[in-house]
């Protein structure tokens, strides 16, 4: 049976992927919330739009590669209710801070039962897609890696293979029939980031940084290769040459896209197989991406999109890019200072627990 990699040396090229990952995916909220008319926008410019529309669900998918790699080997359950408990109580925090902020800062709430259970269950209630997902497979990730742990390596590959082609490759190829790649039957965000953890576990198990590094050169090709197919693809479709009905230049945009699955996947071998120094900016970035993408995104997007950013005198300019980029900056700032005071309060209840003896 082939060896599996079961060490666990801090990588930190995940830091570096998950800090990339969540400015691709801002980027990407910049887009998705602007309600600019891209169509007073240039040729040039609605190209450079499209591409930045990839690059969410790129950083989505990285990191659900990146939490099954790290995950793989947890096989036990000892502790993993502690686990889960921290992991949603920093949920239900930025739950309770969003609400507060747009509350008070942009428009008070109809203040209802309904609202109450969406502050407090925001995992049920779908606050944050990802957030979700990433909650879902966290609690149920002892018990799937251990499925996972136990199978021949031929048997998680074809366990792999059937929904990649079931719900990428088909959807890829006739996503045109439907709405688009992710209206077929039994898909959705929940099933795919599953599927992604597999696929980021099964890099860990089989494949040694030494046989990454030796595929280096192939996912630079693929890197490059699939972006000048995206990028002839949106130029295409902008100028009306292959748009229809379905088709425009955002098909490729979703997750589950086949190129999107492999720039991700590509980007994803690129940064563990490289080896970055070790950044105390790049790590506490990459320790508050989760609370960033909160701080962001979902409620908070109030905030953020329709008061601070989106400007109309950037309408049809490249000012929007240099926006876009402001957006980031802030961003992070305001998410990674949110996330330390979260962090901060944390500590103090573990030691006032301590010296009552709770704990």
């Known amino acids: 049976m082939p060896s ?3 060490n666990s040396e801090h990588i930190t090229g995940i830091d570096y992927l998950k800090v990339l990952s969540i400015v691709m995916v801002i980027m990407f909220h910049y887009e998705w ?15 450079i739009a499209d591409c930045v529309y990839m690059l969410g669900e790129i950083g989505v998918n990285c990191f659900m590669l990146c939490t099954g790699f790290l995950m793989i080997n947890k ?28 509350h008070f800062l942009v428009s008070p709430y109809n203040i209802s039962f309904k609202t109450f259970a969406a502050v407090l269950m925001p ?3 779908k606050t944050w897609w990802y957030t979700t997902c990433y909650f879902v497979i966290i609690c149920i990730s002892p018990y799937l890696n251990s499925m996972l742990n136990s199978l021949p390596r031929e048997s998680y590959k074809k366990l792999l293979i059937i929904p990649v082609v079931l719900f990428s490759l088909v ?8 709405k688009d790649t992710e209206s077929f039957t039994g898909y959705s965000r929940l099933i795919w980031m599953m599927i992604v953890y597999c696929l980021g576990g099964y890099i860990k198990l089989y494949y040694p940084k030494e046989e990454l590094c030796s595929k280096r050169k192939k996912c630079i090709v693929v890197n490059v290769s699939v972006w000048i197919f995206l990028t002839a693809f949106i130029m295409l479709a902008e100028k009306g040459i292959i748009s229809g009905r379905n088709i425009s230049a955002r098909y490729f945009w979703s997750p589950n896209s086949i190129p999107v699955l492999l720039l991700s996947v590509s980007l994803f071998v690129l940064f563990l197989s490289k080896d970055f120094p070790s950044l105390k900016l790049i790590n506490i970035i990459s320790g508050s991406t989760l609370g ?13 999109w329709n008061n601070i950013f989106h400007k109309p005198q950037y309408i049809g300019t490249y000012g929007v890019f240099a926006e876009m980029i402001s957006a980031v900056l ?5 998410g990674v200072v949110i996330d330390l005071i979260r962090k901060a309060i944390v500590k103090i209840q573990v030691l006032i627990k301590n010296k009552m003896g709770l704990d």
């Open 4 to 6: 599996r990699k079961t």
């Open 33 to 47: 919330n602007s309600g600019f008319d891209w169509s007073k926008f240039s040729f040039s410019q609605r190209v």
């Open 75 to 102: 096989v036990s359950d000892k502790g993993h209710f502690k686990r889960i408990t921290k992991i949603w109580n920093g949920i239900f925090f930025y739950s309770l801070v969003s609400f507060v902020l747009v």
């Open 123 to 125: 995992v049920s209630f």
């Open 171 to 178: 959807p890829s190829f006739l996503g045109f029939l439907k």
């Open 292 to 304: 960033i993408y909160q701080m962001h995104g979902g409620r908070s997007g109030k905030l953020w």
């Open 330 to 334: 802030l961003i992070l700032f305001v």
